[in-house]
């Protein structure tokens, strides 16, 4: 029901674009959007609830006040937002994460002696600014490149030219000294050339010049001049080979492609130039929950160019912005020309996004386990867990359990083990599903519930199957839960046990008819969201082993005389179905077990399948 206060508001919003805001009853700003036409967008936030994404009816029913700024042109329109969505962090915007103090690497080339350093303040101050780098170490991992290769100046002091003595730096050959004059403000200015050609990716030039300069050294017998030189030209080098990955794709372009993991999203930006990968960064967007791929990649491009200090002429992407004249004629003029947007769908540039997403990928995973990786997260998690879930202790020992299959087929349980927060991989167990048919799932994790607790009072078992979990986790929701203790319960195992539901991140507990809903940021959920996902990723790995296993025998079951020992030992001489179907009747005859009438029954049999 929209209050009258809002009703009224809506009506009087003028038609012409603009950016609004929505307010809670304590001011707080819940989301700030930009629109063509401010009634009418507006308008769209209040009609029925059925057409409404849960997010957003979250977000309407919360609103208490609009406000709005009207601007002359949609251009002004989202340049206002994005800088509306910087000053008040709206948690129902998707935003992009630490994103006010995002790094850069200055170079001052308005000074006579320029500096090369880190800041976190990006001003129109005639300096050189390369970035925005996602964290202060990735900065300064390029800046350690850079010092290593080119001997410009780290100091702060100002340059006469007439200083006595010269740092250490100058007598390890990393830096020219301007402060004793053994460098000229042209042969610093030089320098101070190459790292800009270097971070602008443009190698091969640099190489060149330097290779003139060493030629010419050696001619004039400055012989160790010209080794420097050479040493320079050679670590250069090795950059450029690490540059390769990009030669699929020529040009001046960003890349970017991201994972979405519930209410954050992992964004990893390729920087191609001169048809080499110069550098790559990942970023954290937040309010990703709901949010379809191409908002996400919208919010992300909007954010990440107005603070970058430079926009590429073509921009890869994994999937299509919306909106996507406003936001190309935005980005061509902070660029000052042409911008191609661009979502390949095959080929060379579509295997290079493949490769952006999979790094982005595998970049989520790493911040996961990085996100607890110190002992004091993990005390902190372990310490949450005992309070939110009434656990009688901090749950010391933790077992994950999920269930892999495709209809009933090959399906398989895993069982992860984390003691005090961390993986113990010794102690993970797989179970080939048995005793059920068909594709049911409370059964699976029942049937393996069972067998692993069945075993836990055996003195045979082993330390493995001996030792008692303090928290049972189960991948699911109510319904996986009632079964596993139903399970448990059968076996005689009375322990703690949760399930956690991937959509909402929901846990849910025995007893209690609402789930538990733990901050996004809490470390206890991050620490239960890493136990899910091992056991998830554990289960499908040994599916995926199985599977290949009885798919192969599959493929000979109806070959006379091809039993399962010959089976095996062709697969162990040619190591995989494709290789044995290639092999010739010779090759396949020279296996152990095999004769020349049964290699050409093979063949045949093969050939005809």
Sequence with gaps: MVSQLIAEQIERLPTGPGVYLMRDAQGTVLYVGKAASLRHRVRSYFTSAQKLTPKIQRLVDRVADIDFYVTGSEQEALILELNLIKRHHPYFNVRLKDDKTFPYLKIEVNKEYPRVFVTRRLEQDGGRYFGPFASARSVRQTLRVIKGIFPFRYCTKP????????????????????????????????????????????????????????????????????????????????????????????????????????????????FIRNNKLTGRESFILQGTRQETPSQIMTSFIKQFYSSSPHVPPRLLLQYPVEEEAVVREWLEKRRGGRVVLQVPRRGSKKELVDIVAQNARESLVQMKIKQLA????????????????????????????????????????????????????????????????????????????????????????????????????????????????????????????????????????????????????????????????????????????????????????????????????????????????????????????????????????????
């Design 374 to 609: 110190t002992p004091r997260e993990l005390e902190e998690a372990l310490a949450e867990l005992e309070k939110e879930l009434n656990l009688p202790r901090p749950p010391g020992r933790i077992e994950g359990y999920d269930i892999s299959d495709i209809q009933g087929l090959a399906a398989v349980g895993s069982m992860v083990v984390f003691e005090k927060g961390k993986p113990k991989p010794a102690h993970y167990r797989r179970f080939k599903i048995k005793t059920v048919a068909g594709a049911d799932d409370y059964a699976m994790m029942q049937e393996v519930l069972k067998r692993r607790f069945k075993r836990l009072g055996s003195d045979a078992t082993g330390e493995t199957w001996a030792v008692a979990p303090d928290l049972v986790l189960i991948d699911g929701g109510k319904g996986q839960l009632n079964a596993a203790l139903a399970a448990m319960k059968e076996a005689g195992a009375d322990f703690p046990v949760a399930s956690i539901a991937k959509e909402n991140e929901e846990i849910f507990l025995p007893g209690r008819s609402k789930p538990v809903v733990l901050p996004r940021t809490s470390p206890a959920l991050r620490l239960l969201q890493r136990v899910r996902d091992e056991a998830h990723r554990f289960a499908i790995g040994y599916f995926q082993k199985v599977h290949k296993r009885e798919t192969f025998i599959s493929v000979f079951d109806n070959i006379e005389g091809i039993g399962l020992k010959r089976r095996r030992a062709l697969l162990k001489h040619f190591g995989s179905i494709d290789r044995i179907k290639e092999a010739s009747i010779e090759e396949l005859a020279a296996v152990k077990g095999m004769t020349v009438k049964l290699a050409r029954r093979l063949k045949e049999a093969l050939s005809a399948g």
């Design 159 to 270: 340059i006469t030219g007439t200083d006595s003595r010269a740092c250490l730096e100058y007598h390890l050959g990393r830096c020219v000294g301007p402060c004793i004059g053994a460098a000229t403000k042209e042969e610093y200015a030089r320098v101070i050339k190459q790292v800009i050609l270097f971070l602008e990716g443009k190698q091969e030039r640099i190489v060149r010049e330097l290779q003139d300069r060493m030629e010419k050294a050696a001619e004039t017998l400055q012989f160790e001049k010209a080794a420097l030189i050479r040493d320079q030209i050679s670590a250069i080098q090795d950059v450029i080979e690490g540059q390769r990955i990009a030669a699929k794709v020529r040009g001046e372009q960003d890349v970017i492609a991201f994972i979405q993991d519930g209410d954050q999203a992992c964004v990893q930006v390729f």
